[in-house]
């Protein structure tokens, strides 16, 4: 199972406070419906204000990655630069 | 997914890449030929003059532009009402989420005007006599309004709201009450109260940096036209061509295929030119007078009306034990957006304590409005405010356990598996690595005279990929064009054709780097965030991959052997086949020669959205010296350490390491805003804004640390954003041990270095 961290408001809002939460799937596509189902709005709420960090890389467009059983998954703001 | 075929290359031995090549560009910019953003000049032209506002927070009751319309010579007037009133809604923005109707107010304010030099209206003339004097007629009736400068005064309950629909988010429940903060976020890791209560020394303290500009000698400038069929052509000096037709897409709401952006060169943009100013309002222009029209910015209207980075209050308490392990640390960093929301705070919560490996951890964050221009990205936005504070602090620790600064950065140095505040967990990283480049450098050692002082500062920035594009075009004498869709600011066609000259394996005189335009190149995001060399850098590879796989093709075509027979050496193709008659290699140049037998032209392709960027690391020392007459400060002398993956071209690198350390060191003595009791600037110029200059400073010395990225075929970090992250407590860290006292409050001006040391004097 991997595990998905929620901080702040993401966990607040949508997790019932729950900041650590294990989600079966194959890639991040099946991740997040997942975690859609379990916390409806938290799709949307992470789609256009937020990367992904999957096993330490960081992604803004994660969509189509894979998630192994020992994935660990991190939702922060976008990154950007100068 | 763009990298998923790429393998890092371990043991290289490089024809290319680590050299340093003249840049192609080099002789058309010394000798003035290069085309920038006001060069171009069109049949028919109108120049294009903004109104701005006088005022720094106002309500716009009218503007009368009947007498401006009426002048002999205008040929279009535009305001708010020629744009489409768009609505507030949040968008991927690629760098950060954006709300258009921001950037459309912004470009051109509706209703409220929310700092001085904010744009109202904008006109098209003939003459700059013209527009300056229609410019003159337009009347605007504004109600001027209560305006607030600095962000602790713009968090009050009482200050003067900037927007009455903005509600602060990041807090449950949400506020009812609009308020100048737009967003709180918060960053935990573990339990700082433990932390703290585990600590043997706390330092706490509070840090104020000064909004400071860009500075890029070139000022916004561009030129737009409409075509007969309503197809806009728009030529621009900005940091990605694809951006600015997105956003004129959006702000004037038409196709963004009836937009085509032609990148002209850019004189310098640091974060600066990754939004859109003048291109909407040429764009409006042109439409209406069915002219060219040319805009281009004053370096007065540079300062009132683009963006600076925030001015931040930061709050800092750091624990540690007395063998100088850090045992938590805590930050409330308090950013200015400008008249938006939209500051860099959270990447400030989520950088400050990243070189560190901290078990106990806590940053919150407030992006606040306030009326000023809206910032824009400055190189690693955010950052170098946070480790201004981090890195003082730490520097306080040092002196108050007597460790050595280095020291105490190194037993508490986050390596691949530290934890980040912000919640992953770093790969390969090389931080340690630079701490011991440091140590081992003769500055370090250096002796230091009376009024003299060292000071160390590290920094951290994530870097980005991203979408890029790239094309590899092989010409009938074996030739090659490589087309990317960025602006080259910091040398990327160099590096570009290096990496592409490196894979096809021909001569780099052979390889013409090519920036394309939106119709020329598919889509590439802009030049930022340090991305350009790893992830462009990534696509040209790719396509250059693409390329050498369909030269060994028609290799194997001509030999009628199979493909797998065929192997590219050196930029030949090469037969493997032992069984029959040996055949001669085949050149670059004969297999294009043959083309059209063997299918027709050559061109490898690689569209890619990069990711796997890895973090980058450096650490500056700075040496000063203090006159306590004055309390001028002179650096000494300055060295910039930086992993930087693997540099493609060294003096391109360290030009980024040496050009971020002096802005930071101008951001760290000298720059500021200065406004009048009205909230206008009274130093929107060079003169008063004092940026370093090349007589101010000794020679940066730079050492470049190569921890290659496995995320990159060459293994390439971006560079861009690390240097001007440690400066501004470098600078200061100096200056607090040279002069005996603590500074916390940027800039380093004499008029507060003399201040501060007659206080201290005044209380002994």
């Not at chain 2, 000259?501 to 190149?521: F, M, R, S």
Request: proline share 6%; hydrophobic share 45%.
């Amino acid at each position: 199972m991997a595990t998905v961290v929620l901080q702040g408001e993401l966990a607040r809002r949508y997790a019932g406070g729950q900041t650590t939460v294990t989600i079966e799937a194959a890639d991040y596509r099946a991740l997040i419906d997942a975690l859609e189902r379990r916390f409806p709005g938290l799709a949307a709420a992470v789609s256009v204000r937020t990367a992904v960090a999957i096993d330490g890389v960081i992604f803004q467009e994660p969509l189509l990655e894979p998630i192994t059983q020992h994935s660990e998954v991190h939702f922060l703001p976008l990154i950007g630069g100068g | 997914m763009g990298n998923e075929k790429q393998t890092f290359i371990k043991n290289p031995t490089f024809k290319w890449v680590g050299t340093r090549p003249v840049r192609p560009d080099g002789m058309d910019k010394v000798t003035g030929r290069a085309a920038f953003g006001a060069d171009y000049q069109l049949p028919g032209m109108l120049v294009g003059e903004v109104v701005r506002s006088p005022h720094a927070h106002a309500r716009i009751k009218s503007i009368d532009v009947s007498a401006a319309r009426a002048l002999a010579g205008v040929h279009a007037v535009v305001t708010a009402e020629d744009f489409p009133d768009l609505p507030s809604e949040i968008a991927a923005g690629g760098e950060a989420p954006i709300n258009f109707r921001d950037v459309s107010h912004n470009v051109i304010a509706r209703h409220k005007a929310l700092y001085e030099g904010h744009a109202v209206a904008a006109v098209a003339a003939t003459t700059a006599a013209i527009a300056a004097h229609a410019v003159a007629l337009i009347k605007v009736n504004y109600e001027v309004l209560p305006h607030v400068i600095d962000v602790r005064e713009a968090m009050r309950d009482n200050a003067p709201l900037l927007h009455d629909d903005l509600f602060t988010t990041g807090i449950d429940p949400q506020p009812t009450t609009p308020s100048n903060i737009a967003g709180r976020t918060q960053f935990v890791l573990g339990d700082i109260a433990q932390g703290f209560a585990e600590a043997d020394i706390i330092v706490e303290r509070e840090y104020t940096t000064q909004p400071v500009h860009q500075g890029y000698i070139e000022p916004h400038a561009c030129a737009a036209a409409m075509g007969a069929d309503g197809m806009a052509t728009i030529w621009t000096s900005s940091q990605g061509h694809f951006m600015v037709r997105e956003f004129c897409a959006k702000l004037l709401k038409v196709e963004i295929g009836q937009i085509r952006v032609i990148p002209a060169e850019i004189g310098g943009g640091f974060g600066g030119k990754t939004t859109v100013y003048l291109e909407p309002l040429a764009m409006a222009l042109a439409r209406q007078s069915g002219r060219p029209v040319k805009m281009v910015m004053t370096r007065s209207e540079v300062f009132r009306a683009s963006g600076p980075t925030s001015g931040t209050h930061v709050w800092v308490k750091l624990g540690a034990k007395r063998n100088g392990t850090l045992t938590a640390g805590e930050m409330i960093l308090k950013y200015q957006a400008g008249a938006y929301p939209g500051s860099p705070a959270m990447l400030g919560g989520m950088t400050g304590f990243a070189p560190y490996d901290l078990k106990h951890a806590k940053a919150v964050c407030y992006d606040v409005v306030s009326n000023r221009p809206k910032c824009a990205a400055y190189r690693a936005p955010g950052a170098p405010m946070a480790a201004f504070g981090v890195e003082s602090a730490l520097d306080e620790i040092a002196q108050q356990l007597g460790l050595d600064p280095l020291e105490l950065r190194a037993m508490n140095a986050a390596k691949a598996g530290t934890r980040a505040l912000y919640g992953p967990k770093f790969l390969e990283i090389g931080y340690a690595e630079t701490l011991a480049a440091a140590k081992a450098h003769p500055h370090y050692s250096a002796p230091l005279g009376p009024n003299q002082g060292r000071g160390i500062a590290s920094g951290f920035w994530f870097n980005i990929g991203g979408q890029s594009s790239a094309a590899v075009h092989v010409n009938e004498d074996g030739t090659a064009e490589v087309v990317t869709g960025n602006p080259d600011i910091g040398g990327s066609r160099a590096s570009m054709a290096m990496m592409a000259a490196e894979v096809l394996g021909i001569d780099l005189a052979k390889v013409k780097p090519i920036i394309g335009d939106t119709a020329q190149i598919a889509y590439s995001f802009l030049t930022g965030g340090s991305r350009v060399t790893f992830a462009t850098g990534m696509a040209v590879v790719e396509a250059a991959q693409d390329t050498v796989r369909q030269l060994r093709e028609r290799a194997a075509k001509l030999w009628k052997v199979e493909f797998a027979e065929v192997e590219w050496r050196d930029g030949m193709a090469y037969c493997t086949r032992t069984t029959e008659e040996p055949r001669a290699p085949l050149s670059m140049a004969a297999i294009a020669h043959s083309c059209a037998k063997t299918g027709g032209p050559i061109s490898g392709t690689a569209s890619i959205n990069a990711s796997g960027a890895g973090p980058g690391f450096g650490t500056h020392l700075c040496d000063v010296e203090v006159d306590p007459e004055t309390g001028a400060v002179k650096i000494l002398r300055y060295t910039a350490i930086q992993d930087v993956g693997r540099a493609i071209h060294p003096s391109y690198v360290e030009g980024q390491l040496q050009g971020g350390a002096v802005q930071g060191i101008g951001w760290a003595l000298n720059e500021e805003y200065i406004y009048d009791q009205q909230g206008r600037l009274l130093n929107p110029g060079f003169l008063d804004y004092r940026m370093p200059v090349a007589s101010d400073l000794p020679m940066i010395d730079t050492v470049l640390v190569e921890v290659p990225n496995p995320g990159h075929p060459f293994g390439v970090r971006g560079v861009g954003e690390v240097p001007i992250v440690p400066p501004l407590a470098a600078v200061a860290n100096a200056v607090s041990r040279a002069i005996g006292i603590r500074m916390t409050d940027l800039p380093l001006s004499p008029p507060r270095i003399l201040a501060t040391i007659d206080r201290a004097k005044r209380s002994t």
